[in-house]
């Protein structure tokens, strides 16, 4: 039997594109319909009406996929479901959370026609489910950035450049060594894409500057820290800037400083990448690159709405938004101590 992927190959357009000309759901140019239908013609498709029923129905429901795994913080999802339902609301829209990230369930959401968009959280650089996702009858957006986007939108901090942004921080401070202590191994295992884009910066901007750096993987526990700062105090007791993207041992990162006597800046400094409440809320604010993941999630939808209004054809380039990242000065970064 034809199926409407079999349409879709034959015209050299995704899955979803068929599915928005077959249904009128969104405007699709004249060039490419005229290909749809010729592809209809030579390979004698025939959708029930149902199904056709189906696909023009609108749901007023967006789906959000924020799967649980290991090394991720809830608090901080939580901060991005919070901007995703507000916007949501807001626009008359209500959520339906999927905790499981595999492929049948994406499948089960969306070509059930319970939603009518999905934003897809916890992108990994090389994500097994892209593939999938191209294919999906519903508009997606992605919060993450992979390392091939093409056609699908996409909505991050700016994770490369936060990382230059806090080594070269240092390094204008006048630190000739710096370090990373970083997600855990299990996170970097999977190629999570904000922790692997973290690093490349942090080590790019630490490289053009010409200053050693080190970076060390974190347990998200008061012991992996404690594990953390002793090794990197081993092997680099010369290291005296320190850059903690590491939103759940931040806190530990510093209690366990100040029992080897680093006082922070006078001794050691310290920037911090992840939500401002994190690090504005400790016995010492740190100077960090705040991530606005309420905000993410508002854009997020905003981008899913744009794509649902329609206006241009499903095959147009991934339209990528990474937000600058800014630094705030809590006081926690000083120049090095000086030479005895």
Same mark, same amino acid.
């Given at each position: 039997?034809?199926?409407? &992927? ?32 010729? &592809? ?13 029923? *189906? ?7 967006? =789906? ?24 949501? %609301?807001?626009?008359?829209?209500? +959520?339906? #959370? ?20 999905? +934003? ?53 401070? =006048? ?56 090794? #990197? ?14 939103? *759940?041992?931040?806190? %530990? ?8 006597? *680093? ?46 209004? =329609?206006? &241009?054809?499903?095959?147009?380039? &991934? ?22």
């Amino acid at each position: 039997m034809v199926t409407i &992927a079999d349409v879709a190959r034959e015209a050299g357009v995704s899955l979803s594109t068929v599915s928005y000309a077959l249904s009128g759901k969104r405007p699709i140019s004249e060039k490419t319909r005229e290909r749809i239908e010729r &592809a209809v013609e030579v390979l004698g498709y025939s959708p029930q009406a149902s199904a056709r029923a *189906l696909a023009m129905a609108q749901t007023n429901v967006l =789906g959000l996929m924020a799967p649980l795994r290991p090394g991720v913080d809830l608090s901080v999802i939580m901060q991005f479901v919070a901007g995703i339902t507000a916007e949501a %609301h807001e626009r008359s829209y209500d +959520v339906l #959370l999927v905790t499981h990230g595999d492929d049948s369930h994406l499948a089960r959401v969306t070509r059930s026609a319970m939603i009518d968009g999905l +934003v897809v959280m916890d992108i990994e650089s090389e994500d097994s489910r892209l593939a999938t996702l191209r294919e999906l009858p519903a508009p997606v957006v992605l919060i993450g950035l992979p390392n091939d986007p093409t056609g699908l939108s996409c909505i991050d901090l700016d994770f490369e450049r936060a990382g230059g942004l806090a080594a070269r921080t240092l390094v204008e401070h =006048g630190h000739g060594c710096v370090a990373l202590l970083g997600a855990p191994q299990e996170v970097l295992a999977r190629h999570a894409s904000y922790a692997e884009r973290m690093r490349t910066g942090f080590a790019r901007g630490a490289e053009e500057a010409g200053v050693a750096h080190v970076e060390i993987a974190m347990e998200s526990t008061s012991a992996g820290a404690v594990r953390a700062v002793d090794a #990197l105090l081993a092997r680099h007791p010369d290291v005296t800037g320190i850059v903690v993207h590491n939103e *759940l041992a931040l806190e %530990h990162v510093v209690s366990h400083l100040d029992r080897r006597g *680093l006082r922070i800046p006078r001794d050691v400094s310290l920037i911090s990448v992840g939500p401002q409440d994190v690090a504005s809320s400790h016995a010492v604010p740190t100077t960090g690159i705040d991530l606005p993941g309420e905000l993410i999630g508002r854009l997020a939808v905003g981008m899913l709405m744009e794509r649902l209004a =329609g206006g &241009a054809d499903d095959d147009t380039p &991934a339209d990528v938004r990474l937000l600058p990242p800014q630094l705030t000065d809590r006081g926690s970064v000083a120049a090095p101590p000086a030479e005895s």
